[in-house]
């Protein structure tokens, strides 16, 4: 059974460039929630997707854009890139949204790095 | 912001128990306790939850008090693949939309 899956692991782009990150949820799992990790910080949370809309939204700049897909995987996009947007994005997912169900499946991340 | 607060590191001898402790003097009668970890390189990894009761799983064990201001999250014979950053979150229980507000956790170093 696989986990969540990110693609790619690494990257690096040079400021004002734009990005599209990729994450593919666990088998079974239908919601799907990006985080931001700055180097030293714990995850910061960017936005959730559940059937194809964006159901919330951190503190993240209009630049910061997302899609669900109907076989529920998602993108990342990030245009205008800024030095501070080098980071490590995680994508996670769960099945639905309601209920007190304790597990956040995260992929292993997308390290992005900006010149 | 996080409403929780975690000793930035801790060392553990190998084999020997883990007490890792969190406080969230602020929490909310709905507001479950959640930990997660990190081991590096990878994303977190869900650990266990608790309301109130105490709480035991195949990886760890969670210990609230019964003000529920505080709590602990044990491993109970640490190894070194345990070496990781540890989080502790407060988060909505009912509400599965609710993101998890992460803090900058605890650092285990477990020493062989």
């Known amino acids: 059974d696989a986990g969540v899956t990110q693609s790619p692991t690494h990257l690096i782009k040079t400021r004002g460039q734009q990005v599209t990150l990729r994450c593919s949820p666990k088998s079974g799992h239908d919601t799907v929630s990006w985080y931001q990790q700055a180097l030293g910080q714990g995850p910061q949370f960017i936005f959730q997707?559940?059937?194809?809309?964006?159901?919330q939204r951190g503190n993240f700049p209009d630049r910061f854009s997302g899609h669900q897909f109907p076989n529920y995987s998602s993108e990342l996009n990030v245009n205008a890139l800024l030095l501070g947007d080098s980071a490590l994005y995680l994508c996670?997912?769960?099945?639905?949204?309601?209920?007190?169900?304790?597990?956040?499946?995260f992929g292993e991340g997308s390290r992005l790095t900006v010149l | 912001d996080a409403k929780t607060t975690q000793p930035p590191s801790m060392d553990c001898a190998e084999g020997r128990a883990a007490n890792l402790p969190c406080n969230h003097s602020?929490?909310?009668?709905?507001?479950?306790v959640y930990w997660y970890r990190q081991i590096h390189s990878q994303g977190p990894q869900y650990i266990i939850h608790g309301l109130k009761n105490n709480e035991t799983n195949e990886m760890a064990s969670l210990i609230i008090t019964e003000d529920r201001k505080s709590s602990t999250l044990i491993l109970p014979h640490a190894t070194l693949r345990d070496t990781a950053v540890y989080y502790c979150i407060v988060r909505v229980g009912n509400s599965g939309n609710t993101p998890l507000v992460f803090g900058k956790g605890t650092r285990l170093s477990v020493i062989a």
């Open positions: 997707y559940y059937e194809e809309e964006e159901r």
């Open positions: 996670a997912s769960r099945k639905g949204l309601a209920g007190i169900t304790g597990e956040l499946f």
């Open positions: 602020t929490i909310s009668g709905n507001e479950y």
